[in-house]
């Protein structure tokens, strides 16, 4: 009996059997920002709303995941007439579409420290498609009230393109309004639930 119970408690604590921590995004110290091309110059803008939550695997990191979920009206580029015509049909069509959804299915180790390929399906506009985002993994540490948090950074470029967001203006002599590459960095903190 003394052997089982010691065997049990030996399991129990061996990281190989240790459970994935679940983080859910802290949005006082996050963001989700964009940036596009627009004629000569870039302009950038956000998205306030959103949340998602990390299952992290310590011991394993290749074991995690993660979710997330951006409400689109929340799109916020300082110009209300801007962004009223960026919430319209002519571009993410908020009624149709609410959210852009993130969902990983694979989480893959780089040869650079503390930096993932995260592999998962990313829906927007009506469109999915399986993407890859460089993840850089910041670290864990403990806040001032002893609440675990964890740092993950993200930067991308997306084609609008692909997700059949494909509204632009031609310019006289030549050329078109908008670029189609978008870049997306988002800063994540995430604290243990």
């Known amino acids: 009996m003394r052997k089982t119970i010691l065997a049990v408690l030996v399991l129990a604590a061996c990281p ?4 994935p921590e679940t983080f859910v995004i802290d949005k006082s110290h996050s963001s989700v920002e964009f940036r596009i091309k ?3 110059s870039i ?3 956000r998205f306030v709303e959103y949340s998602g939550s990390i299952n ?3 011991d394993t990191p290749a074991n995690s995941s993660v979710e997330f979920t951006i409400q689109t009206a929340s799109i ?3 110009t209300a007439d801007r962004d009223k015509h ?4 002519d571009f993410f069509d908020v009624e149709k579409y609410p959210t852009i959804t993130f969902k990983s299915v694979k989480v893959v180790p780089t040869s650079t420290k503390d930096t993932y390929d995260v592999l998962g399906d990313l829906t927007m506009h009506g469109v999915t498609k399986r993407i890859k985002l460089p993840v850089v993994f910041n670290g864990f540490g403990k806040d001032p009230q002893g609440m675990e948090r964890a740092g993950f950074s993200i930067e991308t470029k997306l084609n609008r393109n692909d997700y059949g967001i494909v509204w632009n203006k031609a310019l006289n002599p030549g050329g078109v309004l908008l670029g189609d590459d978008v870049t997306v960095e988002i800063e994540i ?3 243990k639930k």
Do not use: C, I, Q
């Open 56 to 58: 992290a695997d310590r």
């Open 76 to 78: 916020n580029t300082h």
């Open 86 to 89: 960026l919430r319209s049909a």
């Open 16 to 19: 190989l059997f240790a459970a």
């Open 43 to 45: 302009v950038a803008g």
């Open 38 to 40: 627009h004629m000569m």
């Open 189 to 191: 903190e995430a604290v």
